[in-house]
């Protein structure tokens, strides 16, 4: 059982203790930070209301008893629970924007990112992108940034779950993109008939079977929905490569991460020339194809 020892009062105490704690009970970090003492900063931070960029000056500035509770609270959550900091937060982000997560969503963390914050140089010319779709969207998070960072970009976000574009509308409208942004219930393609995009974007369910049976508990308060890609993790995966064709301009450009399944979908497909994207600050496991290679290697991925 925690219990918080009186000595425990300066905000650099919490994030001490609640990081100690947090090795302790073995979590795990992969949802926004890969450490204890950020996971546990992040939290302390915004239990009492403070920027996470808080200047260090300010560190050893003492709780109040109220707020010691509140903050013991939060981190008591995260050990018992094993429930993700963003959950409790209700907050994460992604691209350097702000986006409201909840159970209904995965909480954002695609090396995508940094390709949108790159406009996505070296691998495409901005100027040439006018309509994207970001497909599987969840929270909206891919294609928001989209809109943030090419601003003369209109972006379709298109999901099956109602539940989780109840999410993307309340992160719209926190970016004010409602005059850009079109959200469409969706399964995969279905209901965008007749639509054509320079480019579409897809983080789709990749995790295989086998993968999402060990996976640690912290994964268990995100939806199946949006991780469980089937026994090889590439049942959408090539639902989505059978259809994109129909749904892109002739010299449009599709990228999809597929994160670990990466390597059976070079083996399912050895003759396709993917392109597998690199990010400086980590991340693999994305492609992209171009209309006219999809168009010629069509045969193949059906």
């Not at 002739?250 to 059976?264: C, H, L, M, R």
Request: glycine share 6%.
């Amino acid at each position: 059982m925690l219990q918080l020892n009186n000595s425990i009062r300066t905000i650099r105490d919490f994030i001490r203790w609640g990081a100690s704690r947090f090795n302790e009970a073995q979590l795990f970090f992969g949802h926004g930070t890969d450490n204890a003492i950020d996971e546990a900063a992040a939290l302390v931070l915004h239990a009492i209301h403070l920027p996470p960029n808080l200047s260090p000056t300010y560190l050893g500035a003492h709780l109040t008893e109220s707020e010691r509770e509140i903050v013991f609270t939060l981190l008591e959550q995260r050990i018992k629970m094993r429930t993700p900091a963003s959950y409790l937060m209700r907050r994460a982000w992604f691209a350097g924007i702000e986006m409201y997560v909840d159970e209904r969503v995965l909480i954002p963390r695609s090396p995508l990112a940094e390709l949108i914050e790159n406009q996505f140089s070296p691998y495409l010319k901005a100027e040439q992108i006018h309509t994207v779709l970001d497909l599987c969207t969840g929270s909206g998070c891919i294609g928001i940034a989209v809109a943030a960072y090419l601003p003369d970009t209109e972006v379709y976000l298109a999901d099956i779950s109602p539940d989780a574009l109840e999410v993307a509308k309340i992160n719209v409208a926190k970016a004010n993109l409602e005059s850009r942004i079109h959200i469409v219930q969706s399964d995969l393609f279905e209901n965008l008939a007749g639509m054509r995009y320079d480019l579409i974007l897809c983080n789709p369910p990749y995790v295989a079977a086998d993968e999402l049976a060990i996976l640690p508990e912290e994964y268990a308060h995100e939806p199946a929905l949006g991780l469980a890609g089937g026994p090889d993790g590439l049942d959408l995966v090539q639902s989505i490569l059978g259809q994109a064709l129909n749904y892109l301009e002739p010299d449009g450009t599709i990228v999809v991460e597929v994160g670990s399944s990466a390597n059976a979908l070079i083996e399912a497909y050895p003759d396709v020339p993917f392109t597998w994207l690199h990010f400086e600050r980590g991340g693999d496991g994305v492609f992209l194809l171009t209309a006219e290679q999809l168009a010629v290697y069509l045969n193949r991925i059906t």
